[in-house]
Nanobody, 126 residues
Framework: QVHLVESGGGLVHPGDSLRLSCAAS????????MGWFRQAPGKEREFAAR????????YYEDSVKGRFTISRDNAKNTMYLQMTSLKPEDTAVYYC???????????????????WGQGTQVTVSS
């Protein structure tokens, strides 16, 4: 059994920063990678960033590259998403996810992730 719990969302102004956390429990040893996805109202869930749980290698969607930083603390079984220079179009529910399949095939596809958190709302508005 795996549980993922996100926290850190909120209402911020354009240009502000925010850090999301995802605490994992259970069979975390089975993780190959973890990722952040987001879903805006009326839109499909989209990939934002991914980190290899063992090596720490990262991959970002172009829309967040240079503004968001994904990291993890294996000792705490926690993943983070540091978001800077936030824009109104970043407004969404942010979900963390974990994947057991190795490699980078389909890492941007939500269907390739095995476990999901409940989501945390991020609203960027003036």
């Amino acid at each position: 059994q795996v549980h993922l719990v996100e926290s850190g969302g909120g209402l911020v102004h354009p240009g502000d920063s925010l850090r999301l956390s995802c605490a994992a429990s259970g069979r975390t040893f089975s993780f190959d990678s973890m990722g952040w996805f987001r879903q805006a109202p009326g839109k499909e869930r989209e990939f934002a960033a991914r980190i290899n749980w063992h090596t720490g290698s990262t991959y970002y969607e172009d829309s967040v590259k240079g503004r968001f930083t994904i990291s993890r603390d294996n000792a705490k079984n926690t993943m983070y998403l540091q978001m800077t220079s936030l824009k109104p179009e970043d407004t969404a529910v942010y979900y963390c996810a974990a994947r057991t399949a190795p490699g980078i095939y389909a890492i941007k596809s939500a269907r390739s992730y095995d476990y999901w958190g409940q989501g945390t709302q991020v609203t960027v508005s003036s």
